[in-house]
């Protein structure tokens, strides 16, 4: 059983072929929270995304970078970071760029940059991304047991 504020933080090369090291390894933590399939697969989806975006844009090319990820496990939530120490980025510049998602246009329409945050923001429920000295990328999903038993107590079938 994981106890409530546990810690597991890894350190991997930031190259591609050591993302799924970090997929397989938040894949186990959230299903022993207790999270459905379809969340563990939006959680490693998350991940991954935070991770490639370390992988291909904090280092130069000939520069060997390294990741942090972190995973603080508490009773109703996950919280996931990823850090480097690379090249620094001003996200409220990614995000105007990017700009607004119109869903008229097709997925290929879209332009490239940031969609990758894009994706990270709507699949967790809380992001927080700093850029002081490299880049951290803070994720939280929380763990919603119960939820359908919480809101049944409200609904009535009865007429009124």
Same mark, same amino acid.
């Given at each position: 059983? #994981?106890?409530?504020?546990?810690?597991?933080?890894?350190? =991997? @090369? !930031?190259? !591609?072929?050591?993302?799924?090291? %970090?997929? *397989?390894?938040?894949s186990?933590?959230?299903?022993?929270?207790?999270?459905?399939?379809?969340?563990?697969?939006?959680?490693?989806?998350? *991940?991954?995304?935070?991770?490639?975006?370390?992988?291909?844009?904090?280092?130069?090319?000939?520069?060997?970078?390294?990741? %942090? #990820?972190?995973f603080? #496990?508490?009773?109703?939530? +996950?919280?996931?970071?990823? $850090?480097?120490?690379?090249?620094?980025?001003?996200?409220?510049?990614?995000?105007?760029? +990017?700009? @607004?998602?119109?869903?008229?246009?097709?997925?290929?329409? *879209?332009?490239?940059?940031? +969609?990758? $945050?894009? +994706? =990270?923001?709507? $699949?967790?429920?809380?992001?927080e991304?700093?850029?002081?000295d490299g880049?951290?990328?803070?994720? %939280?999903?929380?763990?919603?047991?119960?939820? &359908?038993? &919480?809101? !049944?107590? %409200?609904?009535?079938?009865s @007429?009124?």
């Amino acid at each position: 059983m #994981i106890n409530i504020s546990d810690f597991v933080e890894m350190k =991997i @090369p !930031a190259q !591609a072929e050591f993302v799924g090291v %970090t997929r *397989l390894t938040v894949s186990g933590i959230a299903n022993r929270m207790g999270y459905s399939y379809d969340e563990i697969e939006d959680i490693k989806i998350a *991940l991954s995304e935070a991770c490639t975006n370390a992988v291909n844009h904090a280092y130069k090319e000939d520069e060997k970078g390294q990741i %942090t #990820i972190g995973f603080g #496990i508490y009773e109703d939530r +996950l919280e996931m970071m990823v $850090l480097d120490r690379g090249q620094s980025f001003d996200y409220t510049k990614v995000s105007e760029k +990017l700009g @607004p998602v119109d869903s008229d246009k097709s997925v290929e329409q *879209l332009s490239e940059g940031g +969609l990758g $945050l894009f +994706l =990270i923001e709507s $699949l967790m429920d809380k992001v927080e991304i700093s850029g002081e000295d490299g880049v951290v990328v803070m994720m %939280t999903k929380f763990l919603h047991r119960d939820g &359908v038993e &919480v809101d !049944a107590d %409200t609904i009535s079938s009865s @007429p009124q």
